[in-house]
């Protein structure tokens, strides 16, 4: 710090009248002068982007009362009411969002469905995100031999189609909530595998992988406390927009009839059993997807929001 600098801050903090304005100009200054983290810096900027932080706001609302209101609605998501079947919505009465075929409240079952679909996306994304991040810092890292037969590995399960693989689990093994998180995460694994292990390559030549190295430092180690730490920005954006497509895809397993089993339902078994009535009841279809949009946009602008904010090339 330069002699000036602290003749201003001396002047800020003496200067009569303005003890609360000198402080406070000080302390700026002084956060000023000893910088700011990386995550911190990439908070000041997500704030400035008011799409991703509405995007935040929603996806809260959304994933609190999807927890919460099914503890206080009076109807359950398989309760049916035989005197209001196929009732339309009414937004004052008792059913707000209307019920369906079997009588059962729509606005319970959009509430579970918000809660299975969100589930069903966080968690696979998490199976997704152990699996690739390991076998890419993995196969990075070591290089060699081992590197090639692990992204040869990688390039046949490309070859395997995607969704009749999936399918083909869950019909051998049956349809259940957690069957479906396990195929969806287990085969879901191969972009964050190549591009951790990309990111990896250019980690190992830096100089405090060296160091570590040079203190003997055991490989595996080295990957948990300084590889896959460097690896988190990259790795949250990922996340962020895998989860939609996982929410996306499990829809469509529903839209086929593979999804969560009934009396259950995500947001694409609704949308499933709305899409069959849509002439005669269009609301069956209409509030679901519309949950399952907002939901999807949402981890859309949220991704978009950390891309900009943790993008070091932006800064």
Request: aromatic share 12%.
């Amino acid at each position: 710090m330069t002699d000036e600098r602290r003749r201003l801050m001396r002047r800020l903090n003496w200067y009569p009248g303005r003890g609360a304005v000198g402080k406070m100009e000080t302390a700026l200054e002084q956060q000023e002068l000893e910088g700011r983290s990386l995550w911190r810096d990439a908070w000041i900027r997500l704030r400035h982007n008011h799409a991703a932080i509405a995007s935040l706001i929603v996806l809260g609302l959304i994933a609190l009362a999807a927890v919460v209101i099914p503890f206080f609605w009076p109807y359950g998501y398989a309760q049916p009411d035989w005197n209001l079947i196929n009732h339309g919505p009414t937004f004052v009465g008792a059913h707000i969002f209307g019920t369906d075929a079997l009588g059962r409240d729509l606005f319970i079952r959009v509430m579970w469905g918000s809660r299975i679909s969100l589930m069903i996306g966080v968690v696979a994304t998490m199976v997704t995100l152990v699996i690739g991040v390991v076998w890419g810092a993995t196969a990075g890292y070591v290089g060699g031999w081992v590197d090639g037969l692990m992204m040869r590995t990688v390039d046949i399960l490309y070859s395997v189609p995607f969704i009749p693989f999936v399918i083909i689990l869950i019909v051998l093994f049956g349809r259940n909530l957690f069957l479906v998180f396990a195929a969806i995460g287990a085969v879901s694994w191969l972009d964050i595998a190549r591009i951790v292990r990309g990111q990896t390559l250019s980690l190992r030549k830096k100089e405090f992988i060296e160091a570590a190295r040079a203190a003997a430092v055991p490989g595996r180690i080295i990957i948990r406390r300084h590889i896959v730490p460097n690896l988190l920005g990259i790795v949250i954006i990922y996340v962020t927009l895998t989860i939609p497509s996982i929410i996306l895809f499990e829809a469509f397993l529903s839209f086929l009839g593979l999804g969560v089993q009934a009396p259950m339902t995500s947001l694409g078994g609704l949308v499933s059993d709305g899409a069959s009535v849509l002439q005669s009841y269009p609301y069956l279809l209409y509030f679901p997807a519309i949950f399952l949009a907002a939901i999807v946009y949402c981890f859309n602008f949220v991704g978009d929001g950390l891309r900009d904010a943790l993008d070091p090339k932006d800064r």
